[in-house]
């Protein structure tokens, strides 16, 4: 069964330093991956996907993430934290025949220190 | 110019109330789903309505009844609430490219 790991329940960053979420995915083909974040008390935007084209994926508010085959690895990075990207983050897989199902991980709070 | 709506926000209720939550979604999808968020944050589909056809039904109590009046609505019924369905549900929407999917603002359920 397809599944993805969020390999950090809680990371901690200063504003202004590089942000690092670690999600590994369990498939038996190429998935289609996404990254959501939800603010506090707020619905799930989605941040950026990975649907098999370029491995590195560039989303929104600086955030991108690469599809590391070999590593079964799609982890989220953004260079620079600002103090807005303090949220809840999930590492998603889509399964199902039509890639309608979507399977989410557990989730990482991102705290963002000042 | 909300692209998927839920109301209420909020329901408070008590054990063995029937309540009833509705979403609709003004972005043209033929798809609609609902999830469930348990009280740790976790993210688990109930269920999933293509041009008012039901697509997914996880393991779900039938206690919880979607329906779906046209492809932009897709309300859940909830009859017999239980302590165990406090939890926020996320209505969701996607068009062809199935697995975009928009979320809703979230209702958050509390049943005393």
């Known amino acids: 069964a397809q599944s993805v790991t969020q390999l950090d329940s809680h990371v901690s960053v200063s504003e202004g330093t590089p942000v690092l979420l670690r999600c590994n995915y369990s498939?038996?083909?190429?998935?289609?991956l996404f990254w959501y974040v939800q603010h506090p008390n707020k619905g799930l935007q989605l941040l950026l996907k990975?649907?098999?084209?370029?491995?590195l994926v560039k989303g929104i508010n600086g955030f991108e993430a690469e599809f590391k085959k070999s590593e079964t690895s799609f982890h989220l990075t953004k260079p620079s934290a600002h103090m807005s990207d303090a949220a809840e983050y999930f590492c998603?897989?889509?399964?199902?025949?039509?890639?309608?199902?979507?399977?989410f991980g557990a989730g990482t709070i991102l705290r963002v220190k000042s | 110019d909300t692209a998927v709506s839920q109301t209420p926000k909020y329901l408070v209720t008590q054990m063995g109330n029937d309540k009833s939550i509705k979403c609709e979604q003004n972005?043209?999808?033929?798809?609609m789903y609902w999830y469930k968020q348990d009280s740790k944050k976790f993210l688990k589909i109930m269920f999933s309505?293509?041009?008012?056809?039901?697509?997914i039904n996880e393991t779900v109590p039938n206690r919880f009844s979607p329906k779906s009046p046209d492809k932009a609505h897709l309300n859940l019924h909830i009859n017999s609430l239980e302590l165990g369905d406090s939890a926020v549900y996320f209505c969701?929407?996607?068009?062809?490219?199935?697995?975009?999917?928009?979320f809703g603002p979230g209702t958050r359920l509390t049943v005393l």
């Open positions: 498939s038996s083909y190429s998935p289609s």
């Open positions: 990975y649907t098999s084209a370029a491995t």
């Open positions: 309505y293509n041009n008012k056809e039901l697509i």
């Open positions: 998603v897989v889509s399964v199902g025949e039509y890639g309608n199902k979507l399977v």
């Open positions: 969701a929407s996607s068009g062809r490219t199935y697995n975009e999917q928009f």
């Open positions: 972005l043209g999808h033929d798809t």
